[in-house]
């Protein structure tokens, strides 16, 4: 017979079997954006190495897909594994990761043990007093995961329908991603376990460390990288030699002395529209502003050419163009976006802005954000990084935190 509860995980060590593996899967409230899931992602791999001290954990990567923004028709953007994005040998020498399709196969079907919805606390915070804390609570919203006739949770597993959850449960947690690590090393037995609505875990330690290798080992996937250093060398004359952007495929074997990057030969630009203007935000500018800000910055570094990366739509584009015809976007034909997807057009973007000589970026947009990051780790002076765009009716314009690397 089996073993009960979570002495189960033991047998095998008793057995001199080699330890077994526990799946550690996660999503994220489904409004969120490619950016803010990155640093998600972040989180759960500092659970991750908590868990690892401890017993033979592996994190099951939540495949990409139906998010908000990725709008672009015709394309079926679902079940997207990690590996169209970040390059998978990188990620896996910092935590074991495998995709979700090698979990289906090796984990014996398409179930998973135990699902922790997670949550706030009902009664909210008290002021003043914060603590970290984590208990088993009712549920506060509507389950997104109802029971068939087998008594099996149905609900959304990132578009693979044949998936079930054994058994769901709602945790309210208020702390940092680790605080879930003793219910998931002494409470369940479960060998597969998601939680959903993970963005509720805060980072262990921002900025730390642990941090920074995380961040560092989401290296974009090879072939949009050599698209973005193609493009690059094709209409902006940079190139890693001349750019001083030296780039170890191994990023445990890459460190950097800020500022020894120089960068190419153009201004980087990252303008965040659609609901950045609709809500009407005084801290994003006009498009009027944006031009005159960068026909300043051109002037201001000497620079003759400007890449602009945007999520503008088409009648902003046309009067961008107007208004700065010298600008040089990236312009995916229709192949080029069925390859590369609304994803890999955000990784394009963000790795051509990563390597200009200066970059300025849009206000409190984790796209931006990702690119300061970028830039961090490919040795960048700060100056020329951690710059946003202001709002015209903006009192205190006050510009993005230095995030310095640590190593
Ligand atoms: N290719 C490209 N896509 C963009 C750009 N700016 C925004 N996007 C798209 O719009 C999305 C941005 O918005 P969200 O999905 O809300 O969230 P996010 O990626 O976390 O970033 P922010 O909303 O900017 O904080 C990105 O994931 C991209 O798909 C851009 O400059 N280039
Ligand atoms: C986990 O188990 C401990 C010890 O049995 C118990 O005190 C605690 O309430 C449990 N926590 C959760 C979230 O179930
Ligand atoms: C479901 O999980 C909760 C939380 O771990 C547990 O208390 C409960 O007994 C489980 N239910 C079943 C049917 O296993």
Known sequence: ????????????LLLGLAALVLYLLYDVNPPEGFNLRRDVYV?????????????????VLPPWGRLYHWQSPDILQVRIPWSEFFDLPSLNRNIPVIEYE???????????????????????WKE????????????????????????YYRGWFWGYEETRGLNVSCLSVQGSASIVAPILLKNTSAQSVMLDRAENLLHDHYGGKD?????????????LRVVGDEFRKKYLQSTDEADRTHYKEDWTQMKVKMGTALGGPYLGVHLRRKDFIWGHREDVPSLQGAVKKI?????????????????????EIELLKKLLPEMVRFEPS??????????????????????????????????SFRIHEEREILGFDPKTTYNRFCGEKEKNCEQPTHWKIVY
Not at 116 to 124: D, H, I, K, P, S
Not at 132 to 145: A, F, H, N, T
């Open 1 to 12: 017979m089996a073993a009960q509860g979570p002495g189960r995980r033991l047998t095998p």
């Open 43 to 59: 989180r759960i791999a500092s659970l991750l190495k908590t868990l690892l001290k401890s017993e033979n954990w592996v994190l």
């Open 102 to 124: 090698q979990f289906l196969a090796e984990s014996g079907g398409p179930f998973i043990e135990q699902i922790y919805v997670l949550q706030g606390y009902a009664e909210g």
């Open 128 to 151: 003043g007093t914060w603590e970290e804390k984590i208990d088993e609570r009712p549920c506060i919203d509507q389950l997104m995961y109802s029971k068939d006739k087998h008594e």
């Open 211 to 223: 941090y920074w290798n995380t961040r560092r080992s989401m290296v974009f996937a090879k072939h």
């Open 295 to 315: 026909r300043s910055l051109l002037d201001v570094h000497k620079l003759e050419k400007v890449f602009v990366a945007t999520d503008a739509v088409e009648e």
């Open 334 to 367: 229709w192949e080029e976006l069925e390859l590369y997807k609304d994803g890999g057009l955000a990784v394009i973007d963000q790795w051509i802005c990563a390597h200009a000589r200066y970059f300025i970026g849009t206000s409190v947009s984790t796209f």
